[in-house]
């Protein structure tokens, strides 16, 4: 039994060969337009980030100054500039008080009576919450960065409760809060990632946490 072949004419393969051409060329549009897209959110979002870190308030007079230490001594300004103005005359700072909250074994560090998980920052929350009661301080201004003060925030809400009226924060104004665009796709991306990180690490273990 023999086979028939077809073959076609110059018209059908020339308009074959268009349709080709015209879906790859269609393809090419979706992908390039596709792409375009993606960097534009991805722009925006690493434009924004940064900034949705930010919470500030206005210094108020309160009981006691509370700073979260960091790199620099940007921090440290900050609250020693406060101390100055009179907003408060006394000063705690969380992080000077490990010691006195974890046992050292070994090259584990984190054996103490807080869960292994909690992040450095809330435990820094924590040990202020204690320290304020065993003071009886009533208000506080808690001094950190100003890309920190949203976590801040967040872990004084879960910790303080109805105690919160009664905090205020106020970032260093030794750093930048409203950085250039070369500044936050530069310097500020890592710090803004790691930031939300650490935010989402919280949200995902704090309700299983002790209040």
């Known amino acids: 039994m023999s086979k028939e072949l ?3 004419g110059p018209d059908k393969t020339c308009e074959t060969r268009n349709r080709m051409r015209t879906g ?4 090419s549009i979706v ?6 897209i993606s960097t534009a959110i991805a722009f925006i979002a690493l434009y924004y980030a940064p900034g949705l870190l930010v919470y500030a308030d206005r210094p108020v007079k309160s009981d006691v100054i509370v700073l979260f230490k960091g790199k620099g001594s ?6 020693l500039l406060l101390l100055g103005e009179g907003y408060s005359p006394y000063l705690i700072i969380p992080a000077q008080q490990f010691p006195q909250y974890f ?3 070994g090259r584990n560090k984190r054996n103490s009576i807080f869960p292994p998980y909690y992040e450095q920052t809330h435990l820094e929350v924590l ?3 204690r320290l304020m009661k065993e003071k009886g301080f009533k208000s ?3 001094v950190s960065s100003p890309y920190h003060m949203r976590r801040i925030r967040l872990m004084t809400e879960k ?3 109805k105690e919160l009226s009664n905090i205020v924060f106020v970032p260093t104004r030794f750093e930048a809060s409203r950085p250039s665009l070369v500044r936050r796709t530069l310097s500020n991306c890592s710090n803004a990632v790691s930031e939300y990180a650490k935010i989402l690490w919280f949200l995902m273990y704090s309700p299983f946490a002790p209040s």
């Open 6 to 8: 077809t073959t076609l």
């Open 127 to 129: 040990i202020a919450e």
């Open 140 to 142: 506080a201004i808690f």
């Open 31 to 36: 992908l390039l337009s596709a792409l375009a």
């Open 24 to 27: 790859l060329k269609n393809t």
């Open 74 to 79: 940007d921090r440290e300004k900050e609250a």
């Open 159 to 161: 910790i303080f409760g």
């Open 103 to 105: 046992i050292n074994r």
